[in-house]
């Protein structure tokens, strides 16, 4: 059982390791807690802590690690994923604009001009999608396609999405 657990919240950890750093998608918040408990199990004892030093010392190092995953920032997809994540079904346009500001709005892409003007965009010249505002975190080819859609109706959050580059 405690080789199991530590062999599962292993493979979990370079999962998510491989998520965050390599190919820039934040694992979702709780999933990080859950390997620190696998780890608990199968690294901690019920004994006195100083007969056990040493597992405390690889448990500690082990939430070091996960919250370094946490925190650092390895792209700017993962911190425009955070702030998109957070809007939530019954905000507003202003709501909305206040959660994302410092990110650009629009799609980047050139406008179709026999497209009807969308509502909520300020973006003009530009591609919109009908009752949606578009938001961007980079303009860098790799992720210049990376769209956070946040549509609305009566001007209000009905849906959130993220359109990967």
């Not at 990080?32 to 190092?61: E, H, M, N, S, Y």
């Not at 957070?86 to 629009?106: C, D, F, K, N």
């Not at 949606?132 to 859609?149: C, I, K």
């Amino acid at each position: 059982m405690r080789v199991s657990s530590i062999v599962t919240a292993s493979l979990l950890l370079l999962l998510f390791a491989a998520s965050e750093a390599i190919i820039g998608i934040p694992v979702a918040r709780g999933l990080d807690f859950a390997v620190a408990a696998l780890f608990a199990v199968g690294l901690l004892r019920l004994v006195a802590p100083r007969k056990q030093r040493g597992r405390i010392l690889a448990f500690t190092v082990v939430c070091l690690v996960l919250a370094a995953l946490y925190l650092v920032p390895w792209s700017s997809r993962a911190h425009f994923l955070r702030r998109l994540d957070s809007v939530r079904p019954g905000m507003s346009v202003r709501e909305v604009q206040g959660i994302m500001a410092g990110y650009m709005e629009g799609t980047g892409w050139p406008a179709n001009p026999l497209a009807e003007p969308n509502e909520f965009s300020e973006s003009p010249g530009q591609l919109t999608i009908p009752d949606a505002l578009v938001f961007r975190h980079s303009d860098e080819p790799a992720y210049n396609s990376d769209w956070g859609v946040v549509h609305f109706r009566a001007g209000r959050v009905t849906k959130v999405e993220f359109s990967a580059d």
